[in-house]
């Protein structure tokens, strides 16, 4: 695990809610994995230049919790582009209101697929096309 949250902006910051939490106060595991899946998206897109679908999601491994009010930024980088899919990993790090320092939480591997306006696949262009 690194110390540091990678030196790009995140693709989302949001701030953990009492409605996104447990009784204990503890942020839902599928809070967390739906705004993973909206930062790999947003990576996906820009690459596809157009509509993407979720397709998979590998290896989601949960490191530390998220509490109600920590700040939570995600992170994605594109890691592959097939004909018509794109995989991006998406690491999330939580910041304690109260604090500086950061911390990874939880990470993994999506992959999307290219759609047309019918929501058929379709190939993704060439990088600078």
Same mark, same amino acid.
């Not at 790009?8 to 989302?12: D, F, L, N, S, V």
């Not at 897109?45 to 998979?56: D, K, M, P």
């Not at 994605?76 to 899919?85: A, I, Q």
């Given at each position: 695990m690194t110390a540091t949250p990678p030196d790009? &902006?995140? +693709?989302?910051r949001v701030i953990a809610m009492p409605a996104d939490a447990n009784p204990a106060g503890d942020i839902f595991g599928g809070w967390?994995?739906?705004?993973m899946? +909206?930062?790999g998206a947003s990576v996906a /897109? $820009?690459?596809? $230049? =157009?509509? %993407? &679908? #979720? %397709? &998979?999601v590998e290896a989601m491994s949960f490191h530390l919790p998220v509490a109600v009010g920590d700040e939570v930024s995600l992170y *994605? $980088?594109? /890691? =592959? %582009? =097939?004909?018509?899919?794109i995989r991006v990993h998406v690491e999330?790090?939580?910041r304690d209101r109260t604090s500086e320092e950061a911390a990874r939480v939880t990470e993994a591997t999506f992959t999307f697929v290219a759609l047309d306006a #019918? *929501? $058929?696949?379709?190939t993704v262009p060439p990088d600078g096309a």
């Open positions: 790009e &902006a995140p +693709q989302i967390l994995m739906a705004h899946d +909206q930062a /897109l $820009r690459r596809a $230049r =157009g509509r %993407v &679908a #979720t %397709v &998979a *994605g $980088r594109l /890691l =592959g %582009v =097939g004909r018509s899919s999330a790090w939580r #019918t *929501g $058929r696949p379709r």
